[in-house]
């Protein structure tokens, strides 16, 4: 049963890219759409896989980058990163 939590993540993930600029950068998947800069389900980063100090300031720069004309940085993280991210 714990395996399907992780698949069923994935076809949300999956389902909320559709439709939109998605490409893999900077150790994360980007979800785009600039015509819609304020809809977060439209404009998000997921299966993040920095972890490193640098790899997580280079994520977060283009990420601003990308990002920069919405009015938030949106990151979907899954379980177990979240879990690691309260740990520190």
Known sequence: ???????????????????????????????????????YDANFLCRITASTEAEVERLLSRARSEYARCPELTFRLDPQRQAHLRRG
């Open 1 to 39: 049963m714990q395996d399907l939590l992780p698949r069923a993540l994935d076809v949300n993930l999956r389902n909320l890219a559709l439709g939109h600029l998605t490409f893999e950068a900077a150790g994360a998947t980007f979800v785009r759409d600039p015509k819609l800069p304020a809809i």
